[in-house]
DNA sequence: TAAACGCGGAGTCATATAGTCTGCGTTACC
DNA sequence: GGTAACGCAGACTATATGACTCCGCGTTTA
């Protein structure tokens, strides 16, 4: 957890998109296109949400990834861990036991136990944690009901499946060989 | 604030001896020897805790740096602040308003106020910082002095007097040219 | 006057982030 | 049964930042 970086924000804004589709198996490729991010990028991120148990993947055609659990099941803390991994906020060098008096042998009181202000960063990540523990996808899929009118909500439905119907006419890569 | 860097333990590490010093200077050099880091380094440190006014720098040869205030009105949230800036924990992208739906006019309930994710982020930030400032040099101190035993105290100051004493008689870079 | 200080800027080296570009195996649909 | 849409994995690049180092200047004290 050393620093939330982009991949977090493309990440859970994902997980929204996935917990308001009901089920219904999204593309990384169509999500990255929707929300105007990096297909590629996205590409590389959800696999390890994949390996945390948040997201599962179906392969071929019609594939894509939907929530493992409920929404109300998954937490903000969970999202941030499968991303960002187990590095800590601060990672004690324990210079302590490096000071000169000691010479070459620190006495056992100096190392013993883990440094105050070491204990003190432990205790600013575990309250951050704590926070991040208190907030589960469906707190914030409700918070986004609230700010977007409901026709919002069909038309990025209507976008989807538009997009999904495209493949079978033209639209390979490139979208028109004009005239 | 993104990730707490070595440059945070030094500084924290370090101002423990100057609040431990009764007011007497220290030179960065010779906080830099008894704890075994970079002199060049930490020399770059103290700069920004004396811009933070949380130190004050006297110049010339018996110089040094001591703290600005007293032990208990020095918060390690400030130290950290006067060490990191202010750089975020989580610095959103606004991706919400890149969705594709919108085109290229995202309308304003899409980017009032702040993110539903970007909140969650912020007040996770919060709790860390709020834990940051409940505690201060003064609490670390009494820690520390409950660690070590008294004569450690007697030893460092023997050190620096000696240190600083050595000055005078051969003790340049190179330590003894062997007989 | 020289050595011990603080102060500032430039430069180096390694690592991490953000992002790209392949290719491979699977699956649905015509 | 072929092709295109999927997930999945790995190699690759570019830029930024962290952790230093080096050098030189102004100040002060012995
Ligand atoms: S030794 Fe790492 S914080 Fe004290
Ligand atoms: S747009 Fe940045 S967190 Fe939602």
Do not use: N
């Not at 804004?13 to 105007?36: F, I, K, N, T, Y």
């Amino acid at each position: 957890m050393a620093h939330l970086t982009v991949s977090v924000e493309y990440a859970i804004h994902c997980l929204l998109w996935l917990a308001g589709s009901a089920g219904a198996p999204l593309s990384s490729r169509d999500l990255a296109e929707l929300q105007g991010i990096s297909q590629s990028f996205l590409a590389k991120i959800f696999p390890k949400l994949e390996k945390a148990g948040i997201v599962v993947g179906s392969e071929g055609v019609r594939g894509g990834y939907r929530l493992a659990r409920a929404p109300a099941e998954i937490s903000v803390l969970q999202i941030v861990d499968a991303i960002e991994g187990d590095k800590p906020l601060f990672d004690c060098q324990e210079i302590r036991d490096r000071c000169a008096v000691f010479g070459d042998a620190p006495p056992v009181w100096a190392t013993a136990g883990v440094c105050a202000i070491h204990a003190v960063m432990l205790k600013a990540e575990q309250a951050m944690r704590d926070e991040l523990a208190a907030h589960t996808l469906a707190d914030l899929a409700v918070t986004f009901a609230g700010k977007a009118p409901p026709e919002f909500i069909l038309q990025v439905q209507d976008w989807m499946t538009e997009r999904a119907g495209a493949r079978k006419p033209g639209r390979q890569s490139k979208p028109e060989p004009p005239s």
